[in-house]
């Protein structure tokens, strides 16, 4: 999963916590000429909010092993986030479904982090991610398809590990009580779960998030997120493969491997608007189609309307088709400014910058600025310091909000929280196995009714 500029097509949710407030966004990273601060009104206490300290490196303790489930860009991605984090830090097995996405994350391992994999210790097959969760190691890392996540995640959290687990959550109702159950059985047992949504850990986010409760912007009322890229990632069927094969390892084209483009990419910014305002949504419209797409049956394009608790408002777009104008963010807006991803600023009413996260002072503070390895500094912090990183919950609302949005296109239909809270959709096929099946059970989903002349 590669970014681009402004963009990533990973990120995160944020929850509440009573931790004790970081240094990392103190008054000498904020620039602001608010002349009314004192008639400021939080939004929520800060001091009862989780606001991660984001050190440069993990706090010295006891060794962490950690074994990774999905060796391709993304997991490899995350193994080397995990050992740059500080020291002591080891990956001891890998597991993935295919043997030669295995073979080339090991070999990546070992040229980019000369960490070499025994054989004893690499894994694949549909019962791989048991295997490495049932050696003793401390913490998985899992960065399968999105379809895999909740059940991994559950595996897991019943082996005793700490996790980190890929966005999104969860691609449908099942898998969020799923995530949601396994979440709440970690907090009980004192586990750690850190959700790929690396934004709550990104300095310029993480110093917004506190202004904006701080009351800067006043009381939220609407917000827009917007994700615009070229297409997906094209594959090129080998004769070998079987229909599940090929679908499995081109996962961006199908929906019930990949969730389609709300889930797999857009839900990074509806879980930043979710973290901001500490809010979950009543309903949604949305609609989508395909107008370029010719693989696979996801939709290349989406528009959604969010109504929220108390009279907030949030709409959203995701568009994957080459040769448009491309840009990824949001904006919310509240009663006294709007707060803008794009240059991480907070406006007043009349358009003028009142407040701006300062990058050069923070390059003067801090050494590590990326932030998907401060968001693994911060879990080794919690493991080593024996505390739970409980966000978990929060991220799984914005992978079910996603989910809401989907089906609402996909039906041409209003849908409520409660009707996809308690749905029984489960989107994974009856079989999950490396056959032949027939394809066109996967149909392109229409909403509506054929147009018919009128009698």
Same mark, same amino acid.
């Given at each position: 999963?590669?970014?681009?500029?402004?963009?990533?097509?990973?990120?995160?949710?944020?929850?509440?916590?009573?931790?004790?407030?970081?240094?990392?966004?103190?008054?000498?990273?904020?620039?602001?000429?608010?002349?009314?601060?004192?008639?400021?009104?939080?939004?929520?206490?800060?001091?009862?909010?989780?606001?991660?300290?984001?050190?440069?490196?993990?706090?010295?303790?006891?060794?962490?092993?950690?074994?990774?489930?999905?060796?391709?860009?993304?997991?490899?991605?995350?193994?080397?986030?995990?050992?740059?984090?500080?020291?002591?830090?080891?990956?001891?097995?890998?597991?993935?479904?295919?043997?030669?996405?295995?073979?080339?994350?090991?070999?990546?391992?070992?040229?980019?982090?000369?960490?070499?994999?025994?054989?004893?210790?690499?894994?694949?097959?549909?019962?791989?991610?048991?295997?490495?969760?049932?050696?003793?190691?401390?913490?998985?890392?899992?960065?399968?398809?999105?379809?895999?996540?909740?059940?991994?995640?559950?595996?897991?959290?019943?082996?005793?590990?700490?996790?980190?687990?890929?966005?999104?959550?969860?691609?449908?109702?099942?898998?969020?009580?799923?995530?949601?159950?396994?979440?709440?059985?970690?907090?009980?047992?004192?586990?750690?779960?850190?959700?790929?949504?690396?934004?709550?850990?990104?300095?310029?986010?993480?110093?917004?998030?506190?202004?904006?409760?701080?009351?800067?912007?006043?009381?939220?009322?609407?917000?827009?997120?917007?994700?615009?890229?070229?297409?997906?990632?094209?594959?090129?069927?080998?004769?070998?493969?079987?229909?599940?094969?090929?679908?499995?390892?081109?996962?961006?084209?199908?929906?019930?491997?990949?969730?389609?483009?709300?889930?797999?990419?857009?839900?990074?910014?509806?879980?930043?608007?979710?973290?901001?305002?500490?809010?979950?949504?009543?309903?949604?419209?949305?609609?989508?189609?395909?107008?370029?797409?010719?693989?696979?049956?996801?939709?290349?394009?989406?528009?959604?309307?969010?109504?929220?608790?108390?009279?907030?408002?949030?709409?959203?777009?995701?568009?994957?088709?080459?040769?448009?104008?491309?840009?990824?963010?949001?904006?919310?807006? /509240?009663? #006294?400014?709007? @707060?803008?991803?794009?240059?991480? $600023?907070?406006? +007043?009413?009349?358009? !003028?910058? &009142?407040?701006?996260?300062?990058?050069?002072?923070?390059?003067?503070?801090?050494?590590?600025?990326?932030?998907?390895?401060?968001?693994?500094?911060?879990?080794?912090?919690?493991?080593?310091?024996?505390?739970?990183?409980?966000?978990?919950?929060?991220?799984?609302?914005?992978?079910?909000?996603?989910?809401?949005?989907?089906?609402?296109?996909?039906? /041409?239909? #209003?849908?409520? @929280?409660?009707?996809?809270?308690? $749905?029984?959709? +489960?989107?994974?096929? !009856?079989? &999950?196995?490396?056959?032949?099946?027939?394809?066109?059970?996967?149909?392109?989903?229409?909403?509506?009714?054929?147009?018919?002349?009128?009698?």
């Amino acid at each position: 999963m590669a970014s681009e500029e402004g963009l990533t097509r990973r990120n995160f949710l944020a929850g509440i916590a009573t931790m004790g407030l970081g240094n990392s966004i103190g008054s000498g990273l904020l620039l602001t000429s608010c002349s009314d601060k004192e008639k400021q009104i939080p939004l929520h206490p800060v001091d009862e909010l989780y606001i991660p300290e984001l050190p440069d490196k993990a706090i010295d303790g006891k060794p962490i092993k950690a074994a990774l489930i999905g060796c391709g860009g993304r997991g490899i991605g995350a193994a080397f986030n995990f050992l740059e984090a500080g020291d002591d830090l080891s990956i001891m097995a890998l597991a993935d479904l295919f043997p030669d996405k295995l073979e080339a994350g090991r070999q990546r391992l070992k040229t980019g982090k000369n960490v070499d994999i025994p054989d004893e210790l690499c894994f694949t097959g549909f019962d791989a991610y048991q295997k490495v969760c049932e050696l003793p190691v401390d913490l998985v890392l899992i960065a399968s398809p999105n379809c895999f996540h909740p059940e991994q995640m559950k595996y897991a959290i019943e082996k005793g590990k700490h996790v980190f687990v890929e966005k999104p959550a969860a691609i449908d109702p099942v898998g969020y009580r799923t995530f949601l159950a396994a979440a709440k059985q970690a907090v009980n047992v004192g586990l750690s779960i850190l959700p790929g949504t690396q934004y709550h850990f990104d300095r310029p986010f993480v110093a917004s998030f506190r202004k904006v409760q701080e009351g800067m912007i006043g009381r939220i009322i609407s917000g827009y997120v917007y994700y615009h890229t070229g297409r997906d990632q094209y594959i090129v069927r080998h004769p070998k493969w079987t229909d599940m094969e090929y679908m499995i390892r081109g996962h961006f084209n199908w929906n019930w491997v990949n969730g389609d483009q709300i889930s797999n990419m857009l839900v990074h910014w509806i879980d930043v608007f979710n973290w901001f305002s500490m809010s979950k949504p009543i309903n949604v419209i949305a609609y989508g189609s395909r107008i370029r797409k010719n693989i696979g049956n996801v939709y290349d394009n989406f528009s959604m309307h969010f109504e929220y608790e108390n009279g907030v408002t949030l709409d959203g777009m995701v568009r994957r088709i080459d040769g448009c104008d491309n840009g990824a963010g949001i904006i919310i807006h /509240g009663e #006294k400014g709007s @707060w803008h991803s794009s240059d991480f $600023s907070i406006r +007043n009413r009349n358009g !003028e910058v &009142i407040w701006q996260y300062d990058r050069e002072e923070a390059k003067a503070k801090f050494k590590v600025h990326d932030m998907y390895t401060l968001e693994h500094i911060m879990l080794i912090n919690h493991i080593r310091e024996g505390k739970v990183l409980d966000i978990a919950e929060t991220v799984a609302t914005s992978a079910l909000t996603a989910v809401m949005a989907r089906e609402s296109a996909y039906s /041409g239909k #209003k849908y409520t @929280w409660e009707q996809i809270i308690s $749905s029984p959709l +489960n989107t994974l096929p !009856e079989e &999950i196995a490396l056959v032949n099946v027939d394809l066109k059970k996967f149909e392109i989903p229409l909403p509506g009714i054929t147009f018919t002349k009128d009698e």
